[in-house]
């Protein structure tokens, strides 16, 4: 069973950067389709980003140009560069994998972590 650690979450302002951080245990996960996916109060969850063995990625519209997803198989890791953040990102972060189903916005893992807290104020 994969195990996932997020960690970088934070409070920002409005155009603010973070950098997601997860540490991958219990499986060789460099062949797996990992991913983030995130979930706001009231809200569905929301698929963010994958990436592919072929490093091979996908992103929600709404975070096109602004998040990178990268991942270091050596260290077991996947990233979530988020750059120019907007209120609207504000929700907890999950790191996931394997990816299961559809890309973004679909929210399709079959293991996650406990997730890490992103607040962006106005």
């Known amino acids: 069973q994969v195990e996932f650690v997020e960690s970088g979450g934070g409070s920002v302002e409005t155009g603010g950067s973070l950098r997601l951080s997860c540490v991958v245990s219990?499986?060789?996960?460099?062949?797996?389709?990992m991913g983030w996916f995130r979930q706001a109060p009231g809200k569905e969850r929301e698929g963010v980003a994958t990436?592919?063995?072929?490093?091979?990625?996908t992103y929600v519209d709404s975070v096109k140009g602004r998040f990178t997803i990268s991942r270091d198989n050596a260290r077991n890791m996947l990233h979530l560069q988020m750059n120019s953040l907007k209120p609207e990102d504000t929700a907890m972060y999950y790191c996931?994998?394997?990816?299961?189903?559809?890309?973004?916005?679909?929210?399709?893992?079959?293991?996650w972590g406990q997730g890490t807290q992103v607040t962006v104020s106005s």
């Open positions: 219990g499986h060789a996960y460099s062949h797996l389709c």
């Open positions: 990436i592919d063995s072929d490093d091979v990625t």
């Open positions: 996931a994998g394997p990816c299961t189903g559809s890309p973004p916005p679909s929210a399709d893992f079959g293991y």
